[in-house]
């Protein structure tokens, strides 16, 4: 008797345990979303950068200097420079070609040091001169949040100055707006991104546009904000004669360095501020919630999209969230590639957002599709076997879509939900040309390795909990797989469905039930031959056997990979682990034992 009711108190306790186990880990991701992850804030500096009302009239009696001012370059740009920032003190409309004047003589002096005989002697400060002088340029001509790019070119133009991009690296598209990034200040970041040196840190901003089945721009991030860095130089002119004053847009992911005259000098660059802009400032904490409350609403927004410019001969690194998630909970790993020099001339990044309350097999689809989609569009020869070296993160949900991936269907899917063959079902052809692809599938040629980070491979017993139950019963079903669902009813009988999938479209939670007849047949699924992966497990009770351990929401034994040729196991941390420096660390070591396969 006394042993029974020890046992009782035991399992009442027990059950007490994982309850309050389960709140604070549900409590864990505010946590972590709130206060760990990076962000940026306008410096309070920045509120000062208003540009002053420049017309044409105000630039017209302010010609291009001319080559006898002085015998040495910088006196003049450091007069000029002098002169634009009292007018700039007083908001006057020549503050302007003050600074343009004192752009052209530091470009003088660095390209045509014989000019000269102590401008060589004074390297650091012509590259301060014409740091400062770029930036009070594009300042007072009108660059900066809010304020349209081409307006700004225009007014560039009119000073005598022309922009554009080096090597085509923006000419795919034309920027909407171009920020300062040293405007910005950013917070909880691992690795900051940012080298000192000639040249402008810039925010390359482009505003939202129709996206759905529109190439190239369904590549683009809705909100895009990337990296660039302004240089100005002199280039020859048309007719040979003279040198022509440019501000070109640099790609700091493709360069290190600045060629002026006989000199290479570093290039300034900041690879963090876009990244973190984009990730963490572009709307994804709300769409992480509406992906799974509003799916129809999304559907434009949902694929595999670039974070920086496509660059050929780049290994594709493709970075999948979880569920109630979005791409911004990869922003630590994106900066950590950014900020690795060998990973950043390797690698491409690219991150996928989808709609997370669907099927795990409608997600696999909608990725599938759009990264062929868009192999399609940038090398549609095949003839780029960089493509051939893709890396693909999973993170939770995102485990169970990389390894649907990865694999041979086999007809299982088909078996699984229906009672008869596909062909004998009838359908539109409509419904059929769109099921089709998500039902019969082959693994992605392209993928050679996965990492499986916090993989819900098996799924979790909080998928059968009450309150997770309710929530699948209330959330909405994209109108295409109820579409889907109720044709099938309607054309073959209920009893086409296999019992389990009679009533509705299962949802991403009901696909993450230790039950789920559709998660199971996914861990059974063939995989691609020759396949590499690779396993990091978070664990939240370190005092735990390891087999009876958890991440807080992922048992040990859910996310292990059997297959997997490393393992790496994270003591005292929770699920969301992506911002953990040891995530970073093995995530880095793998790319890097990537490319020496």
Not at 166 to 175: H, L, Q, T, V
Not at 519 to 530: D, F, H, I, M, Y
């Amino acid at each position: 008797m006394i042993q029974a009711n020890l046992d009782q108190r035991s399992s009442i306790l027990a059950k007490k345990f994982r309850r309050i186990l389960l709140s604070l880990c549900l409590l864990s991701f505010p946590i972590t979303g709130c206060l760990l992850e990076p962000k940026i804030a306008p410096k309070p500096s920045a509120m000062v950068h208003n540009a002053v009302h420049l017309h044409q009239k105000d630039v017209e009696t302010w010609p291009l200097p001319v080559d006898s001012l002085t015998t040495c370059r910088l006196d003049d740009a450091r007069n000029a420079l002098s002169q634009a920032r009292m007018a700039r003190l007083f908001h006057s409309p020549k503050a302007a070609a003050h600074y343009r004047d004192a752009l052209i003589h530091t470009l003088y002096a660095l390209n045509t040091s014989e000019m000269c005989g102590g401008c060589k002697d004074h390297s650091s400060e012509s590259i301060s001169l014409h740091n400062e002088s770029l930036k009070g340029l594009l300042l007072t001509t009108g660059f900066g949040v809010g304020q349209d790019a081409a307006v700004g070119s225009e007014k560039l133009a009119a000073l005598g100055f022309q922009m554009s991009s080096a090597n085509g690296f923006i000419d795919e598209f034309e920027p909407d707006e171009l920020w300062l990034a040293h405007d910005f200040m950013t917070v909880n970041v691992k690795d900051p991104a940012r080298e000192k040196g000639l040249g402008l840190p810039l925010i390359v901003y482009r505003k939202p546009r129709p996206r759905m089945h529109i190439e190239p721009e369904m590549f683009y991030p809705p909100h895009w904000k990337f990296a660039a860095t302004a240089v100005a130089r002199l280039a020859n002119s048309e007719n040979g004669e003279g040198f022509v004053p440019v501000i070109e847009l640099v790609d700091p992911l493709e360069s290190d360095h600045v060629v002026m005259g006989q000199a290479t000098i570093p290039l300034a660059k900041d690879l963090t501020t876009p990244v973190i802009s984009l990730l963490s400032h572009s709307g994804y904490r709300d769409k992480a919630r509406q992906g799974l409350f509003r799916p129809n609403e999304l559907t434009d927004e949902e694929g595999v999209t670039l974070v920086h410019p496509y660059r050929s001969g780049r290994i594709p690194l493709v970075l999948i969230h979880g569920m109630g998630c979005s791409p911004r909970i990869m922003a630590d790993i994106v900066n950590s590639v950014h900020a690795d020099p060998e990973l950043r001339q390797r690698y491409q990044v690219m991150v996928v957002y989808y709609t997370t309350g669907d099927t795990i097999l409608q997600d696999s689809g909608v990725i599938r599709r759009a990264f062929n989609a868009m192999r399609a569009h940038y090398d549609p020869s095949h003839t780029d076997l960089a493509w051939d070296k893709t890396v693909v993160l999973g993170h939770s949900l995102g485990g169970p879509i990389a390894r649907l991936l990865t694999s041979h269907s086999d007809h299982q899917m088909e078996q699984l939900l229906f009672t008869k063959p596909w062909n004998e079902l009838v359908m539109s052809d409509e419904v059929r040309q769109a099921s089709e692809p998500v039902l019969f599938f082959e693994p992605l040629t392209e993928i050679s390795r996965v990492i499986y980070l916090a993989a819900t491979m098996r799924g979790s017993r909080i998928a059968d909990h009450f309150e997770a139950r309710f929530l699948s019963s209330v959330l909405p079903r994209r109108k295409m797989l109820e579409q889907f669902h109720s044709e099938i009813i309607a054309n073959n009988g209920i009893e086409a469905f296999q019992p389990v999938y009679r009533d509705r479209v299962p949802s991403s939670i009901d696909n993450q039930s230790p039950e789920s007849p559709m998660l199971a047949v996914t861990n059974q699924l063939r995989l691609k031959e020759g396949l590499i992966s690779h396993s990091i497990q978070a664990n939240v009770t370190p005092l735990l056997p390891q087999q009876k351990s958890t991440d807080g929401l992922v048992p040990f034994t859910s996310s292990l990979i059997d297959e997997a040729i490393s393992q790496v196991i994270l003591p005292l941390q929770d699920h969301f682990c992506t911002h953990d420096r040891r995530t970073l660390n093995e995530i880095a070591r793998i790319l890097k034992e990537n490319l020496g396969e």
